[in-house]
């Protein structure tokens, strides 16, 4: 069974500022099965990337995806007020990493 | 438009049975997998299984084998999870949420509100 490791486990920034979050596996997966997910408080998960880099329907282009192996990573170029939020990587569409929470610093 | 629409918030007692639900419109129900996910009181995302309304196909994850039923019925479009014995340690909300998948890839693209179970005496 595939774990993931995600970190930094909280990560407190202004806006305006790059937010760099890291999702490691223990072993290599398929890029085209590593998903991001944002979730807010009291919110349902939202997708955000598929297959490592695709942005989801209406995800602004400040969210990126990128990686391979086992290193997997999420950049939000410019955080803006409404981004932040706990942060879930995802493989296969089932395993998820323990979440990153981006807050405001 | 793709909707997922689970039941209301549940209070229940340790021993308690208890079954929620999650509706799907806007698309057809039968052919996409729906998966339920279980967040703890301030914690992550757990996924517990899967099922394919088309043929009620199931697939549960090995933390949950034998502590939850995972069904559907096709012909409302709603898919359900199930508890013959609640415990203290179900008290969580759960999500249930379409699945896309296909040999290479697999991901949530649709989500329900989520159903807040509380089991306490």
């Known amino acids: 069974e595939i774990v993931l490791m995600q970190s930094p486990g909280t990560l407190s920034l202004s806006p305006g500022e790059r937010a760099t979050l890291s999702c490691r596996a223990s072993?290599?997966?398929?890029?085209?099965?590593l998903a991001w997910y944002q979730q807010k408080p009291g919110q349902a998960p939202r997708l955000l990337i598929y297959?490592?880099?695709s942005r989801a329907t209406d995800i602004p282009d400040r969210f990126s995806g990128s990686g391979s192996g086992t290193d997997f990573t999420l950049t939000i170029s410019r955080l803006e007020p409404e981004d932040f939020a706990v942060y879930y990587c995802?493989?296969?569409?089932?395993?998820f990493g323990p979440g990153t929470k981006v807050d405001m610093k | 438009e793709v909707q997922l629409v689970q039941s209301g918030v549940e209070v229940k007692k340790p021993g308690e049975s208890l079954r929620i639900s999650c509706k799907g419109s806007?698309?057809?129900?039968?052919?996409?997998?729906i998966a339920w996910v279980r967040q703890m009181p301030g914690k992550g995302l757990e996924y517990m299984g899967i099922?394919?309304?088309?043929?009620?196909?199931?697939r549960y994850s090995p933390s949950f084998q034998g502590l939850v039923t995972i069904s559907a019925d096709k012909s409302s479009n709603s898919a359900y999870l199930q508890w013959s014995g609640l415990k203290a340690s179900d008290t969580a909300i759960y999500f249930c949420?379409?699945?896309?998948?296909?040999?290479?890839?697999?991901?949530?693209?649709?989500w329900g509100q989520g159903t807040l179970v509380t089991v306490s005496s």
């Open positions: 099922i394919y309304p088309g043929d009620s196909e199931t």
């Open positions: 297959g490592t880099s």
């Open positions: 995802q493989e296969y569409g089932e395993t």
């Open positions: 072993q290599s997966v398929s890029s085209s099965s």
């Open positions: 806007g698309y057809d129900f039968t052919r996409n997998w």
């Open positions: 949420a379409r699945r896309v998948s296909s040999t290479w890839y697999s991901y949530f693209d649709y």
